[in-house]
């Protein structure tokens, strides 16, 4: 629910990034190159990572430009050969892979995953190649369980790990095909199908039908840590010491399936190309990639192989971004207009701006019919005096709602989240969040909980939070705690201890000991540190002595049992 670094991101964007391009589709295109120019100039400088930008327009590519270095340590700076990791604009190639075997007879995407893997654990529910790639597949995220296990991104985590890691669960997230949830691990898997039914590996198999049919010649998997990659730019982080503007990201994760395939803004406009001018596929090919998927029941969900439909200045898009420590990508592309936007960053960079403003420079924006949005109000000191209190879901963190003057406050996981904006339907928001709704719950006039009313790929979803009175245990019911937990899941053990009065989490793996904060009887969550996010539930037995410790992190959960 609550995403600090996303926050932190979106608080450094500068504010230059936003500048507005008053001229809409400008004639000439030497006039079209100088505006997009402006966009990223504030990305230029050789004291600093940047961007490359590629414009794709009506078979051709019309605008590719770098910003910024590819390599601070080098002096090395960005140009349109730039390579970049993609991310999950990675996740596109991947399903394209499944789609043509398909198309070929050679992959059913109904089957269940264990036709092609085996090895995959029985859960005693059918799991198919087409729910890994719509991301409704319910399997834990083997990022997240990597974490767990106390790796984070800096430590070497290959496709083995990542696929002997989902081999070792035991349950999922939620039964298939019910609902969507982003999934690392449903594209890690549907990795392993399309080289289980090709024969090949992932690499050797997009080089043959997707990178060299299209002339995609400086595209690749990155699958080696150890190999040289030409022309590839590090990737750069914000330094947090004094003196230190920007520090090296480091990313050792090289699964590949839902990510680490290198790329160029050419090569990309190559690929942009295909998708109106088929060299790879035909049109109705091409328009299965986009094609919305749909859980058991039918609800549809907004989500193809490996890109979204979505609307930019009111013209239809195909998309889909990537972000991974030291990049952040986006692909961009105009069905209608046969013209696409690519922005490959080698540093936390905001591009849903500069694309829109490179849309308006070239393409004229459509007339879309806004959603009403209702009315803001102020709310009555006794609305804010019934809403104060503290908050807890099934999951998520416990979330704290104070009075401050006029203004409700919400705090999360230790940390403001900012103010309420109250609105006419009955509904509030929270900073500058408005994506997510919030509802107050009542019963005979009084407040008993928060509706949070938050928006997916497959609709809308509703998380009731009961109001919940703030717990302290006692000294003695936290001794009981301490000893040490393994996760078969994780194969990794917990060390669980009580220092200066609160809950203590340490493994081999974890550099700092994690500590924990109660929330309710028997709940814990991290409010900081590695693990920050991490919710702990202590499982008891009959005899109410603790017999293990359940954990879950982002939407995976996983159960330690105490030796």
Request: charged share 20%; glycine share 10%.
């Amino acid at each position: 629910m609550w995403n600090r670094s996303l926050s932190r991101w979106v608080a450094g964007w500068s504010a230059a990034l936003l500048l507005s391009v008053s001229v809409v589709s400008i004639a000439s295109e030497p006039n079209r190159a100088a505006a997009v120019d402006a966009v990223f100039a504030p990305l230029r400088g050789n004291d600093r990572p940047g961007a490359a930008v590629g414009i794709y327009q009506g078979g051709k590519l019309v605008y590719s430009q770098g910003y910024g270095m590819a390599n601070l340590d080098a002096g090395t700076p960005i140009t349109a050969d730039t390579v970049f990791n993609l991310a999950s604009v990675s996740k596109q190639f991947t399903a394209v892979s499944a789609a043509l075997l398909a198309r070929e007879g050679k992959l059913d995407l109904q089957a269940d995953i264990r036709k092609y893997l085996p090895n995959q654990p029985d859960l005693g529910t059918r799991i198919t190649v087409a729910d890994l790639i719509h991301h409704t597949s319910g399997i834990r995220d083997y990022i997240a369980l990597a974490a767990l296990s106390g790796h984070d991104d800096q430590s070497l985590i290959r496709q083995r790990h990542a696929i002997a890691i989902l081999e070792r669960q035991r349950g999922l997230n939620f039964q298939p095909g019910t609902r969507y949830a982003y999934s690392n691990s449903g594209y890690a898997l549907l990795a392993e199908v399309v080289q289980a039914a090709a024969g090949k590996s992932l690499n050797e198999f997009m080089k043959e039908r997707l990178f060299k049919p299209l002339g995609m010649n400086d595209t690749r998997v990155r699958d080696d840590l150890s190999r040289i990659e030409p022309g590839y730019a590090a990737g750069y982080e914000r330094g947090e010491e004094a003196g230190r503007p920007w520090a090296r990201a480091v990313y050792n994760r090289v699964a590949v399936g839902p990510g680490n395939v290198l790329s160029t803004v050419g090569d990309l406009a190559k690929w942009a190309g295909n998708f109106a001018h088929p060299v790879v596929g035909d049109a109705q090919f091409i328009e299965q990639l986009s094609a919305p998927a749909a859980l058991r029941d039918g609800t549809p969900v907004n989500y193809g192989f490996g890109l979204t439909r979505q609307e930019v200045i009111g013209h239809r898009v195909v998309t889909h971004t990537g972000g991974i420590s030291g990049f952040r990508t986006v692909f961009v592309f105009f069905p209608d207009d046969d013209f696409a936007v690519v922005v490959l960053a080698n540093h936390s960079y905001n591009f849903e701006p500069a694309v829109e403003q490179i849309a308006k420079i070239y393409l004229q924006p459509k007339a879309v019919k806004a959603p009403k949005k209702p009315a803001s109000i102020t709310p009555k000191a006794t609305v804010l005096a019934g809403l104060a209190g503290t908050y807890l879901g099934s999951e998520g963190p416990m979330l704290t709602v104070r009075q401050d003057g006029t203004q409700l406050i919400f705090a999360a996981e230790g940390h403001d989240q900012g103010a309420a904006k109250f609105w006419a339907d009955g509904t509030f928001t929270v900073g500058d969040r408005d994506s997510t709704r919030y509802r107050a719950a009542q019963q005979q006039g009084a407040t008993v909980g928060i509706d949070v009313i938050g928006k997916s790929n497959d609709g809308e979803r509703v998380q009731r939070l009961a109001r919940v009175s703030p717990f302290t245990p006692a000294a003695s019911e936290l001794a009981t705690l301490t000893g040490v937990y393994y996760g078969e899941e994780i194969d990794t053990s917990y060390s669980v201890s009580i220092d200066a009065g609160k809950v203590t989490l340490r493994s081999l793996y974890l550099d700092a000991p994690q500590a924990l904060q109660p929330t309710t009887r028997d709940r814990f969550e991290a409010q900081d540190g590695a693990l920050e996010g991490l919710e702990v539930t202590v499982v008891r037995n009959s005899a109410g002595q603790p017999t293990g410790l359940r954990l879950r992190f982002g939407s995976t959960a996983t159960l330690l049992a105490k030796r």
